[in-house]
């Protein structure tokens, strides 16, 4: 009787601890990107293991619901996926995996290492997408941040926690630009989003343009333009995760994300293809929604953390700056720089706009007369061009206007004040030295 009893205990506690099967969905129809499964019931966003009969398996995320089907778009693309395949549910939402052992380190859109060097240890779990600062909570931007550019410093100065987005058409040197900031820049770490680009300009921008020195304070997150729109996607919030995970510690972080423009079209892929109605040119409403969401990551922190100043370039396709995405990133952020392609032909670099540009905390950060030094030399610019057709063909008489005057006479010397070398640095203090200089003399 007792070793019966005893027996029976055994069996109860066998029942007990043998897991419950775990509950899966099946593929029922793939629709380009789109993969609809039933059977299972999970969040928005959650991410899924696909395993097809052979146990060979996909990782795929929720991106949507119709009816009583749930949609996926796999990380790696549809090709390989079988009818019927099952779809188990790993984790309700993403994660991502953030370290100091990461510095100096290229990265693709899971966080996985893609150089030449070890597998990257020590790194802590965070969200993807993290919540939104309180705005009460926030310090106020209120130190100048050096990028080492001296139209930039002297004329469009920016601030430690401030937004600001890098606009222009392609080629005419938003790459080299971000390069000569990641460089020269004062911050105490760089995080780098390369997202959508070509595959060759990633190993060219880590190799040439930014260079070991710069690779050695610096996070690089790469998912070119062959990867699927989810990892384009997860790529961008990585970077703003290691941004956020950097200030959290009180350092000083300089995010880059090149491009907007790519982030807002992998959005678009998703949208569409999941059924979203197409607004302006073709965006849904979901990109309108998220760009500023991303955006509001980063900034200043509360009192015990540091600052995320971040630079986004934005693509005016077809050099057209009415374009939605500059449009909406010109509300959204807190300033602009401008890039003209007709200087960037001349051979002109950097090719800043100085009538286009503009950054709206310039007036917080500086002195009196840094902003009067920076009205006259923008004065100077603009009377020049607008009147630069008459004076090319002759028509200008000399006297006519002695603001004219004064900017013709001082045409060469401001050319080469915005001139310079991508391996020249020019510190804030000597950039407005360089500028009251130029201002003055007669």
């Known amino acids: 009787m007792i070793n019966q009893a005893v027996h029976k205990l055994k069996l109860v506690s066998k029942a007990l601890t043998v897991p419950e099967p775990q509950r899966y969905g099946v593929v029922q129809k793939i629709v380009g990107m789109t993969i609809e499964a039933t059977g299972l019931n999970a969040p928005l966003g959650s991410i899924c293991l696909i395993e097809n009969s052979d146990g060979t398996r996909s990782q795929a995320q929720i991106v949507g619901f119709s009816e009583d089907a749930i949609l996926m778009m796999s990380f790696s693309g549809p ?17 991502a995996m953030v370290g100091n052992s990461a510095l100096g380190r290229v990265l693709d859109a899971t966080g996985l290492a893609i150089d030449s060097g070890n597998r990257i ?39 430690c926690g401030q937004r600001i987005g ?7 040197g938003k790459s080299v630009l971000l390069g000569m900031m990641t460089k020269f820049s004062v911050a105490d770490v760089i995080v780098i989003g390369l997202i959508g680009e070509r595959g060759r300009e990633v190993k060219e921008f880590i190799e040439m343009t930014l260079g070991p020195e710069g690779l050695k304070r610096a996070v690089v ?10 990892l384009r996607l997860r790529a961008t919030n990585l970077a703003h995760s290691y941004a956020e995970y950097f200030r959290r510690q009180g350092k000083n972080v300089l995010l880059l994300i090149d491009s907007l423009s790519r982030v807002a079209h992998a959005q678009r892929e998703i949208g569409l293809a999941v059924g979203e109605a197409p607004t302006s040119k073709g965006y849904p409403s979901s990109v309108f929604s998220m760009l500023p969401k991303l955006i509001e990551r980063t900034g200043t922190g509360e009192s015990s953390e540091g600052t995320i100043t971040a630079i986004y370039t934005v693509l005016a ?36 706009d100085i009538s286009g540009s503009v950054s709206r905390l310039m007036p917080l950060l500086t ?3 840094n902003q009067q030094l920076a009205l006259n030399f923008r004065r100077m610019w603009s009377i020049y061009e607008e009147n ?30 915005l001139r310079q070398d991508m391996n020249e640095s020019a510190k804030i ?10 201002i003055h003399e007669s």
């Not at 019927?84 to 984790?91: G, Q």
């Not at 997150?221 to 989810?230: G, I, M, Q, T, Y």
């Open 79 to 95: 090709t390989g996926i079988e009818p019927a395949a099952k779809v188990y549910v790993r984790n309700s939402s993403d994660v």
């Open 121 to 159: 240890f020590g790194l802590e779990e965070v969200p993807l997408e993290s919540e939104a600062l309180n705005p009460m909570r926030r310090m106020p931007i209120e130190k100048k941040f050096d990028v080492g550019i001296r139209a930039i410093n002297s004329l469009l100065t920016l601030g």
């Open 166 to 172: 890098l606009i222009a058409g392609s080629g005419v």
């Open 221 to 230: 997150v790469a998912a070119p333009s062959d990867n699927s729109p989810l």
């Open 317 to 352: 396709e077809g050099d057209d700056l009415n374009d939605p995405i500059v449009d909406l990133a010109r509300a959204s952020l807190d300033g602009q720089i401008a890039l003209n392609r007709e200087l960037a032909d001349a051979g002109h670099f950097p090719a800043i």
């Open 367 to 369: 002195e009196k007369e």
């Open 388 to 417: 630069k057709d008459l004076i090319r063909v002759g028509a200008y008489q000399p006297g006519s206007d002695p603001e004219l005057d004064n900017a013709i006479l001082k045409r060469d010397q401001v050319m080469e004040f």
């Open 429 to 438: 203090d000597q950039s407005i030295f360089d500028l009251r200089k130029l």
